[in-house]
């Protein structure tokens, strides 16, 4: 049985170029809907490159950090994905 957190791993991993995902959204893709600040925590803790952590925001619309860099890498990265 998979954690929570592959789980969250793997619904990141799926995430396409130009697109986003909030962390509420991602904890319930990943099974467990009130898990958003889990999420949080668990993209803030990634340095996997193949997880693209940076496409996952607040549910209030705002970017929010990014582990790599902070909000303008985040920001800078979701602009040449398109996304932004």
Known sequence: ???FTEK??????????GKMLTY???ARKA???GASRAVGNIMRTNFHKDVP?????R???KIGD?????TNAKMRLL???GAI
Request: hydrophobic residues 30%.
């Open 1 to 3: 049985m998979k954690t």
């Open 8 to 17: 969250v791993l793997e619904v990141v991993k799926k995430i396409p170029k």
């Open 24 to 26: 509420k959204e991602v």
């Open 31 to 33: 099974g467990s809907a």
């Open 53 to 57: 952590c940076h496409r996952v925001i």
């Open 59 to 61: 549910s209030d619309g």
């Open 66 to 70: 990014y582990n790599r860099g902070g």
């Open 79 to 81: 602009k040449s994905e």
